[in-house]
């Protein structure tokens, strides 16, 4: 693996103000992206009380060569407690705001749609005031499923790009960028109150040319919100990283993104996809919209 230049290199967590997060997390038997992940803000995050939370995991049904999720072709059954646990910990937590997010789960006939919906129902009855942003998976186009999580009425709609058309055989090989395009798409349609996001790697090989023209897309999509950080290999078994894009290249697309029309544009070489999502609630009110 390659050496990481200085301004990726993170300050090491203090576990003792990370441990309140992990213990109610052990405690309610819970996931998060932040561990399966392998995320570089885990220390961060936690210390200030704040986790992305893995529903349906921690295996997932497609083998991208890019992430650190464990692979399984046949997953568990859903935990029929896991929407109130999740809750419970958002209160316990006392989240403003809070991401869930799930591994791909093509083996369920709506993709895990209504775990989702439980999740935020739970959520909305132990803590009402929280805003809720949902990271889901693609649903393998079923449409309808997606109209089920959005008539559940989370505040944020994100759904990852991950990369640039030319690479999506050798990142995604189970993904499709024109299907990513469109969750995006159909959810601003189908319910123009919510706020829609999405996020893009870089470091695997792609152009300048090519992230401006993903940008682009994203917007004809109708996205509000996007993320743009450095692709990092989580092990040798990984994609390896192609480059490591400097702080000036990120500050570009910044102010590229600015430029077109995002709403909010988080990019630096540790953003993620969840980095700071609560900063979404500054947009809401900036940039409200009608239910």
Avoid at 25 to 32: E, G, S, V
Avoid at 92 to 114: E, F, M, Q, Y
Avoid at 223 to 244: M, R, W
Wanted: hydrophobic share 35%; net charge negative; charged share 25%.
């Amino acid at each position: 693996m390659t050496v990481k230049p200085e301004w990726l290199r993170v300050k090491a967590p203090q576990w003792e103000r990370v441990g309140n997060v992990k213990d109610i997390l052990r405690d309610l038997q819970l996931n998060t992206v932040c561990e399966e992940a392998s995320c570089p803000n885990i220390g961060e995050c936690f210390s200030a009380k704040t986790a992305t939370f893995l529903i349906m995991g921690p295996a997932c049904t497609r083998a991208c060569p890019y992430c650190d999720i464990d692979f399984e072709k046949k997953p568990q059954p859903l935990d029929p407690t896991e929407p109130l646990r999740l809750a419970e910990a958002v209160k316990r937590l006392n989240l403003k705001h809070v991401v869930i997010t799930s591994v791909n789960r093509d083996d369920l006939p709506d993709g895990g749609a209504g775990q989702f919906v439980l999740c935020i129902q739970s959520v909305r009855a132990l803590s009402p005031q929280t805003t809720i942003e949902v990271l889901i998976p693609d649903l393998c186009a079923n449409w309808q499923a997606l109209e089920t999580i959005l008539d559940a009425a989370p505040e944020v709609l994100n759904h990852n790009t991950e990369t640039i058309p030319r690479l999506y055989r050798r990142v995604r090989p189970q993904g499709d960028y024109q299907r990513s395009l469109d969750v995006l798409a159909r959810s601003r349609a189908y319910t123009p109150s919510v706020y829609t996001k999405s996020g893009i790697m870089a470091g695997l090989g792609e152009t300048d040319a090519e992230i401006r023209q993903t940008m682009r897309d994203l917007r004809s999509a109708d996205c509000d919100i996007i993320t743009i950080g450095q692709y990092l290999q989580p092990s040798n078994k990984h994609l390896n990283v192609a480059e490591f894009i400097t702080p000036a290249q990120f500050d570009a697309w910044r102010v590229y993104g600015e430029e077109i029309g995002f709403l909010q544009v988080v990019s630096s070489p540790l953003t993620r996809s969840s980095y700071h999502a609560e900063e979404v609630q500054k947009l809401m009110v900036k940039y409200p919209r009608g239910n």
